[in-house]
């Protein structure tokens, strides 16, 4: 299940710096410096895991729930979408809360327990909040995407954390964001396509291996606490960058603008 989340939702990301060439027009200085900095984001939060794990534990979590949030469009207040985004972090703690616990642990020290029975102590608000969304979904028309999400939260409550995780992630989460970028960068060949998205996720994975080489003292050895700890690193950038250019795609005058909803079959 590490190597599915790892595999199939890593690659969602990797047509950032597409997005930014096809809707900012900028020369090969400006792109350099932007794809620089983009690469330090990603950098630095993987050194705060080796220096501060726990601040990088948070921070990722909070990073996660805000960018899950995003899903939900359909929710007018960003403190009601990050609670639902939330949701999908808190819901395994219903069922696993010592599974979640050993998760967090492995991923930082043991003071990230008490982190766990906060977000289990949230989960009933959050799902709350995810019951009132998958509701208004489906009164909208957006039957397929409240399904899906239904099941999803079900699953996380039932299954081992990683396992709802990886599905949530790699089957409703990933296609989603994948299915808008399609539309934006539709002129983008197949095979062009999937060569971007296999390098740049190839790319994280090898500079993240680079930096366990470097400093393997200081990171677990536990290969899905280290999965967890990639997609974090990258997941900062991502989540930046991404919500720039969605207000520059929502934008009246943008020449490619984002699609209000894509529906993704559960």
Same mark, same amino acid.
């Given at each position: ?11 969602? !990301? *990797?047509?950032? @710096? #597409? ?7 900028? $020369?090969? /200085?400006? %792109?350099? =410096? ?50 639902? !985004? *939330?949701?999908? @972090? #808190? ?7 010592? $599974?979640? /616990?050993? %998760?967090? =642990? ?161």
């Amino acid at each position: 299940m590490t190597i599915l989340f790892i595999g199939g939702g890593l690659p969602h !990301g *990797a047509y950032d @710096i #597409a997005l930014l060439r096809r809707i900012v027009s900028v $020369d090969r /200085s400006r %792109l350099a =410096v932007t794809v620089g900095g983009y690469a330090a984001i990603a950098v630095l939060t993987a050194m705060l895991w080796m220096a501060f794990p726990l601040v990088a534990l948070v921070l990722f979590l909070t990073v996660a729930a805000v960018h899950f949030g995003e899903d939900w469009q359909m929710l007018d207040e960003p403190l009601l979408r990050s609670a639902a !985004g *939330a949701a999908v @972090i #808190a819901a395994p703690t219903i069922g696993h809360q010592a $599974d979640v /616990s050993m %998760l967090f =642990v492995e991923m930082s020290d043991a003071r990230a327990s008490v982190i766990a029975q906060i977000i289990t102590a949230a989960a009933p608000v959050t799902l709350l909040v995810t019951a009132v969304g998958i509701a208004v979904s489906w009164r909208d028309g957006s039957r397929h995407w409240a399904a899906a999400m239904a099941l999803c939260l079900l699953l996380l409550m039932i299954l081992p954390p990683v396992a709802g995780f990886a599905l949530f992630f790699v089957f409703l989460h990933s296609p989603r964001h994948l299915a808008q970028t399609r539309v934006i960068l539709r002129d983008m060949t197949q095979a062009r396509w999937l060569m971007t998205g296999a390098a740049l996720s190839g790319s994280a994975i090898l500079g993240w291996w680079v930096l366990h080489r470097l400093g393997s003292s200081r990171i677990d050895q536990n290969m899905v606490a280290q999965a967890f700890q990639l997609l974090a690193s990258v997941a900062v950038p991502h989540l930046l960058l991404s919500r720039w250019l969605e207000d520059r795609l929502h934008r009246p005058e943008s020449p490619n603008p984002m699609p209000s909803r894509v529906e993704t079959a559960p």
